[in-house]
């Protein structure tokens, strides 16, 4: 019974507040497997789990280099991600993968919470543990593979996920309210410092004049975000925190031109302070007037970007719904157009005879490709072209057979469902529309009652911040009425797609566009693999599987 040791240290948990560090949680997993008589794992020479700059990182830890060295040939797999959201571990997914396919079947680690803190991940282990998959060992807590082992074990979890829950919550509550004592919340301001005194923030002696320069070059000589960066770095403005010293970048300024802060609004979450009336040590970098020029240029900028974004010609040109087209340990394959300079220019000769072509009209299925990406899975870099699986798909739907009872059944489901979306989104739609009328009946309340008094620097400055609350609420529901309108017509399409594929018994696959194709195979299908050989098994939604001449599995099998 050879283990193996999976530690992990959150990269937000580098505090004082950290339990247990790696070089802590590796010195008592390897002294609790001596005490016990249990063998760890030899690392083999493909370990997977690490690279060449990890190893010199650990290398030069003044610290801990000497505890990474003597376990360097152990089988040892250290994680540096938040337990908190789930799938998100790059490493834990790698190793469930190998427990699955039995390559690893004992894990030993400091403490439950290491591996878990979500409940979808303690789910999926918990599985595995039923399966006999896995055999798992801590070192501050006694784990049997029995009912009352397990219901402990999960009692452990549980006791997990709320204490990251409530450091959470109590975190943003004190944040909340030192914003409200009109404090800094430790996040670095340009020209700025946090006096840790106090915990105001206070114009930096030297860095202040800079960043105000730095503004004035924005605002009146149009000057780049690179040029001022380089400015900045020329005359030794150095970005400081806890940890380290940073140039200026111009991917750092980019945030700062419209931060409300410069000119006197510090916001954090629904709490908004005016600093020029709470903070006694605080000067405005820039005049309110010259931050609303600021936010003008930020938005047109912002709407050229989505201008350009709308016009993008690949998205009509992607015919595989995001993430299902996968390998079978689970890593998803990433799109993307071959010879795209030459499409554009033979797009560009088409267009001179026919305008009103796209890319879609010109783009080949084997021009549209598809690579694993991701650098641990055992078929990183395996490349398919959508023709090989156009082919396949359309296979898959030439299988489809519906009598006249099934069609008729489906076709009452759907009315049915239909109905429900209607009622179901009409109620919606009315409570959010009510929420709106309230939200423009406040305000109106807030300007009436204001109307006639007289109000100076200081009074209109919070006014201006509450019209501005109001309208930033009242923009939020109205874009909520615009995702209702846009659900309905989209369920109402897949609804119609369905129902004519299902008459025309999958031929209207065969035809369909590039956009249709891709609503087809996300409404039949959960998942298409792909092995080595270019085999693919597709895997077709359980409530649709009666429609198909397929095996009892579910699944169509096919060597292209």
Request: aromatic share 12%; glycine share 4%.
């Amino acid at each position: 019974m050879e283990y193996v040791i999976y530690v992990r240290k959150s990269t937000d948990e580098s505090s004082g507040q950290q339990t247990q560090s790696i070089p802590d949680q590796i010195n008592k997993c390897v002294r609790y497997a001596e005490q016990n008589d249990l063998v760890i794992r030899t690392k083999p020479k493909d370990f997977e789990f690490e690279t060449e700059g990890d190893i010199i990182k650990e290398d030069n830890d003044p610290e801990n280099s000497d505890i990474f060295k003597q376990t360097r040939g152990l089988y040892i797999i250290k994680e540096q991600q938040s337990a908190k959201v789930p799938w998100l571990r790059p490493k834990r997914k790698k190793l469930i993968s190998m427990i699955k396919h039995w390559k690893i079947k004992w894990l030993l680690s400091y403490s439950p919470d290491r591996q878990c803190r979500n409940m979808l991940e303690w789910g999926e282990l918990i599985d595995c543990v039923d399966n006999w998959l896995i055999d798992l060992k801590y070192t501050n807590f006694h784990f049997e593979n029995t009912a009352s082992g397990k219901m402990m074990l999960g009692i452990r979890f549980v006791f997990s996920k709320q204490y990251s829950d409530k450091l959470s919550e109590d975190i943003t509550r004190w944040k909340k309210s030192s914003v409200e004592k009109w404090k800094s919340q430790w996040r670095y301001k340009y020209g700025y410092y946090r006096d840790p005194e106090d915990g105001y923030y206070k114009p930096h002696e030297k860095y202040f004049p800079l960043m105000k320069e730095a503004f004035q070059m924005k605002l009146y000589m149009g000057a780049s975000d690179e040029y001022i960066a380089n400015r900045l770095n020329a005359n030794e403005y150095f970005r400081e925190n806890k940890k380290e010293t940073k140039a200026v970048s111009a991917k750092m300024l980019y945030m700062v031109w419209t931060d409300d802060f410069y000119y006197g609004i510090y916001i954090y979450g629904d709490s908004i302070v005016d600093m020029r009336v709470m903070n006694p040590h605080y000067q405005p970098m820039i005049s309110e007037d010259e931050h609303d020029i600021l936010m003008t240029r930020s938005k047109q900028k912002s709407k050229q970007t989505l201008l350009s974004a709308k016009e993008d010609r690949y998205a009509d040109v992607r015919p595989l719904p995001k993430g299902i087209l996968k390998v079978q340990d689970g890593s998803s394959f990433t799109p993307y157009i071959a010879a795209v300079s030459r499409l554009k220019t033979r797009l560009a000769t088409v267009q001179k005879k026919h305008p009103e072509f796209e890319m879609k009209d010109v783009v080949l299925p084997h021009q549209i490709r598809y690579r694993i990406m991701n650098k641990f899975s055992k078929l990183y870099q395996l490349e398919v072209t959508f023709d090989i699986v156009d082919k396949a798909v359309c296979d898959l739907f030439s299988k489809i057979k519906v009598n006249t009872k099934d069609f008729d059944e489906m076709i009452a489901v759907i009315s049915d469902k239909i109905d429900a979306m209607n009622r179901e989104n009409k109620e919606k739609y009315n409570k959010t529309v009510l929420r709106l009328n309230r939200v423009k009946s406040k305000k109106m309340d807030f300007i009436k009652h204001n109307l006639w008094a007289k109000r100076g620097k200081d009074e209109q400055s919070v006014y201006d911040v509450e019209i501005r609350k109001f309208d930033a609420e009242i923009s939020l529901v109205q874009k909520e009425l615009s995702a209702i309108n846009e659900d309905e017509r989209n369920s109402l399409v897949e609804f119609e797609m369905l129902v004519d594929t299902l008459r025309k018994s999958g031929s209207l696959y065969e035809k369909a566009s590039y956009v249709r194709k891709r609503t087809l195979i996300s409404l039949f299908v959960s998942n298409i693999y792909v092995s080595k050989q270019k085999g693919f098994t597709i895997e077709v939604k359980p409530d649709l599987l009666h429609f198909f001449s397929l095996s009892g599995s579910g699944e169509i099998r096919t060597r292209v």
